[in-house]
C-alpha cells in the first residue's frame, strides 16, 4: 500500500510566504507525476502545480511566479509559496501518479493515482 504524507501549511499574512512538503512511501517502482492541488470552500478541486517523471513542470496561471515546485527526491516534492494572497486560502492536497509492485498483476505491477489528507494554508489580509 502507498501512503503521502503531507507537512506544512498552516496561517500566514498576506505577502508571506508558507511551504508543504510531501512523501510517498510503500512499495513503489515508478513515478509519472506528483504535485500539488487546492480546493477552497464552495470551489472544486484545481491544479497547483505538478512535476513530472521527467522533470517538467506545470503551474497553474494564478501562481505563476509566485509558488515554486521541486522534486525532492524520487518519491517526495515541495511547494514553496511566496506572495501569498487570501484568495490563496484553500485546503492543499499532495497528488501522486505511481507505479506500484501488484502481485495479481500479470507484469507485477500497476499504475496508480493516490491523494494526501490535504493542509490548510489561511492567508489573511
Known amino acids: 500500500q502507498v501512503q503521502l504524507v503531507e507537512s506544512g501549511g498552516g496561517l500566514v499574512e498576506s505577502g508571506g510566504s508558507l511551504r508543504l512538503s510531501c512523501a510517498a512511501s510503500?512499495?513503489?517502482?515508478?513515478?509519472?507525476?506528483m504535485g500539488w492541488y487546492r480546493q477552497a470552500p464552495g470551489n472544486q478541486r484545481e491544479l497547483v502545480a505538478t512535476v513530472t517523471d521527467v522533470g517538467r513542470i506545470d503551474y497553474a496561471l494564478t501562481v505563476k511566479g509566485r509558488f515554486t515546485l521541486s522534486r525532492d527526491s524520487r518519491t517526495s516534492v515541495t511547494l514553496q509559496m511566496d506572495s501569498l494572497k487570501p484568495d490563496d486560502t484553500a485546503v492543499y492536497y499532495c497528488?501522486?501518479?505511481?507505479?506500484?509492485?501488484?502481485?495479481?498483476?500479470?507484469?507485477?505491477?500497476?499504475?496508480?493515482?493516490?491523494w494526501g489528507r490535504g493542509a490548510q494554508v489561511t492567508v489573511s489580509s
Open positions: 510503500g512499495s513503489i517502482v515508478g513515478f509519472y507525476m
Open positions: 497528488n501522486a501518479d505511481l507505479v506500484i509492485t501488484s502481485p495479481t498483476s500479470t507484469t507485477g505491477r500497476t499504475r496508480s493515482t493516490y
